[in-house]
């Protein structure tokens, strides 16, 4: 079964940073196209960033970098000049929907003052 496992967020004040890891198991990712998704309370899961090819949201360019390793079968979002709206849980999974592995946890990040 493949489980995908985030981790890296926490509370941080507006324009700290933060990097969120995000671990596969079950399936190697290698060139597999996967993106991170975030979620705010009562608002629909929206597409943060994506790699293969490497695509950001446009509130999220020149801010967010996407990246992967592969021999850890692992992928990262790191976030810099936080804002409060990026306040929501983050995830990550396959971009195509048709090919979705079940969501993980996510982790939440907190941007406030």
């Known amino acids: 079964q493949v489980q995908l496992v985030e981790s890296g967020g926490d509370l941080v004040q507006p324009g700290g940073s933060l990097r969120l890891s995000c671990s596969v198991s079950?399936?190697?990712?290698?060139?597999?196209?996967m993106g991170w998704y975030r979620q705010a309370p009562g608002k629909q899961r929206i597409l943060v960033a994506t790699?293969?090819?490497?695509n950001y949201a446009e509130f999220a360019k020149g801010r967010f970098t996407i990246s992967r390793d592969n021999g850890k079968n692992t992928i990262y979002l790191e976030m810099n000049s936080l804002k409060p709206e990026d306040t929501a849980v983050y995830y990550c999974?396959?971009?195509?929907?048709?090919?979705?592995?079940?969501w993980g946890q996510g982790t939440q990040v907190t941007v406030s003052s």
């Open positions: 790699t293969y090819p490497t």
């Open positions: 999974n396959r971009v195509l929907s048709e090919s979705r592995f079940n």
């Open positions: 079950g399936i190697q990712i290698n060139t597999f196209p």
